[in-house]
């Protein structure tokens, strides 16, 4: 099924401004939020729809991407949003929306639920990391597999993400009886009414820390290298982002660990130009080969191929390669190669030489077809020497 159209979701227009878009967000977010619509599924995805439609929306540079080139812009990122996009995900990302700290409207009313969390407990969730990839023309056209050392927080060995010497030094909060979480009830003109926050004694993890880790001083993360393996799609572009889940920094104490995003660079080729989809070729080609006619090497992504110059080709004549270009991300369609061509006028002549080309000069098929406003390239080489 294909899908909506960002703005059409949230209901906004192209020239709408970040405080018109976080509005709208926010309407339906309030109006789809599980915790007013129990067990309706239809209105979950109408929920992850809409954070998906604002996570893009809301940040200019991947903005910018969808309006250039649609869904496909936002598919490059490889994944981690959309159809796959969990609530966990989405109050981590957004719970300021609200304006509050739980990340749920309706936690005060409903008894909690926003936020991340794990078995009814707040968990942290790993900050996201940015990293740069260079790509050869080469590269982006076939797509690639790299491996990447990153330098980043990893989880602790000594104790293997908990913070804690040992199982020994851990205790349930006092505070929260383990939930994660206090209740308070206050007297209302309207009534009582029972209020859930996360527990300020444990920070809505429901353990707390006897002894703390050695190697790690009871943050279950220490600074370490990882390679990673990014397997980079054919067709991306300078700019664009891809998404890795999880590959960004580790949590404290267990928690869900951030993402990673590749940023895209092109490494400039050293004939080839890219155009889009397609590749650009500038063939300089001599007079005598345009005139009688010549079979070329030129380079494409792919090696060598030969092209045909017809006799009598013209400079400024556009030669198409099908098939020869960058193909378009998540799609079989692959761009073309154009091959400009541009007659070279020498610009030293032997005695003999231009003997030659004034006795030219004068016959008929070397002069401007009639209707053309143009010197013939005779003319126009011989006010270049003089």
Request: hydrophobic share 25%.
């Given at each position: 099924m294909a899908k909506r159209d960002f703005y059409d979701i949230l209901g906004v227009t192209r020239s709408s401004s970040a405080d018109e878009i976080k509005k709208a967000y926010r309407k339906l977010a309030i109006k789809y939020h599980p915790d007013k619509n129990p067990g309706d599924k239809e209105a979950e995805e109408k929920f992850k729809e809409a954070a998906e439609a604002y996570e893009i929306l809301s940040n200019p540079e991947k903005k910018q991407r969808y309006d250039q080139f649609g869904h496909a812009g936002t598919s490059a990122s490889g994944g981690g949003y959309g159809g796959h996009m969990n609530m966990d995900d989405i109050f981590s990302q957004f719970g300021d929306i609200f304006g509050g700290g739980g990340g749920s409207p309706f936690e005060s009313f409903f008894g909690g639920g926003g936020g991340q969390s794990r078995g009814g407990r707040r968990v942290a969730r790993g900050t996201n990391l940015r990293i740069k990839v260079k790509l050869t023309l080469e590269e982006i056209a076939r797509g690639v597999?790299?491996?990447?050392?990153?330098?980043?927080?990893?989880?602790?060995?000594?104790?293997?993400?908990?913070?804690?010497?040992d199982r020994s030094s851990f205790h349930t909060c006092n505070t929260c009886g383990g939930s994660g979480s206090v209740r308070r009830v206050t007297n209302t003109i309207l009534g009582q009414m029972q209020t859930t926050s996360t527990c300020p004694t444990c920070n809505g993890e429901g353990t707390q820390i006897t002894s703390k880790c050695n190697s790690c001083h009871g943050d279950g993360v220490v600074r370490g290298e990882e390679t990673i393996s990014i397997n980079i799609p054919a067709g991306v572009s300078e700019g664009m982002q891809l998404s890795m889940s999880g590959k960004g920094n580790a949590a404290p104490r267990g928690g869900m660990p951030g993402d990673l995003i590749i940023l895209i660079e092109e490494i400039p080729h050293e004939t080839l130009q890219r155009e889009g989809n397609n590749v650009v070729y500038d063939l300089h080609i001599s007079f005598i080969d345009a005139t009688l006619g010549s079979s070329i090497e030129v380079p494409t992504i792919d090696g060598k191929a030969k092209i045909k110059i017809d006799p009598g080709t013209q400079g400024g004549k556009i030669l198409r390669l099908k098939g020869k270009g960058v193909p378009e991300v998540n799609s079989y369609h692959r761009g073309d190669q154009l091959v400009y061509v541009n007659i070279w006028t020498p610009k030293a002549l032997s005695r003999d030489e231009r003997d030659l080309l004034e006795k030219l000069q004068n016959s008929p098929n070397f002069k401007p077809q009639p209707g053309k406003n143009e010197k013939s390239f005779f003319e126009r080489m011989k006010e270049y020497f003089e």
């Open positions: 597999e790299k491996k990447i050392k990153v330098n980043k927080q990893v989880v602790c060995n000594t104790c293997d993400g908990t913070g804690a010497k």
